[in-house]
Nanobody, 119 residues
Framework: QVQLVESGGGLVQAGGSLRLSCAAS????????MGWYRQAPGKQRELVAA???????NYADSVKGRFTISRDNAKNTVYLQMNSLKPEDTAVYYC?????????????WGQGTQVTVSS
């Protein structure tokens, strides 16, 4: 399995931006699909965005047009650029990896990073 470490969370005002990073180690990063999930208090964990090993992306409807997932295979890192943030984006954000490359079955998880959006 790949080891994942997220960074970049914090407190931001509504309308602001944050960029999350997830550094991977321990396996062949380029073959993994990568995803960003989030979990708000009292809610289930949900998929926010994913990118396959081939670079195909998909997004939750709630973040389309505001969030962008990207990857840098040379740096073994996946990013989540979050713009026009809303208070409802407040959650712990988790990075995840799928060794099959398709973004269907994630089996490695980071420890999470808190994102708080104030109104």
């Amino acid at each position: 399995q790949v080891q994942l470490v997220e960074s970049g969370g914090g407190l931001v005002q509504a309308g602001g931006s944050l960029r999350l990073s997830c550094a991977a180690s321990g396996s062949i990063f380029s073959k993994h699909a990568m995803g960003w999930y989030r979990q708000a208090p009292g809610k289930q964990r949900e998929l926010v965005a994913a990118i396959t090993s081939g670079g195909v992306t998909n997004y939750a409807d709630s973040v389309k047009g505001r969030f962008t997932i990207s990857r840098d295979n040379a740096k073994n890192t996946v990013y989540l650029q979050m713009n026009s943030l809303k208070p409802e984006d407040t959650a712990v954000y988790y990075c995840a990896a799928d060794p099959n490359g398709l973004g269907i079955r994630f089996n490695s998880w980071g420890q999470g990073t808190q994102v708080t959006v104030s109104s």
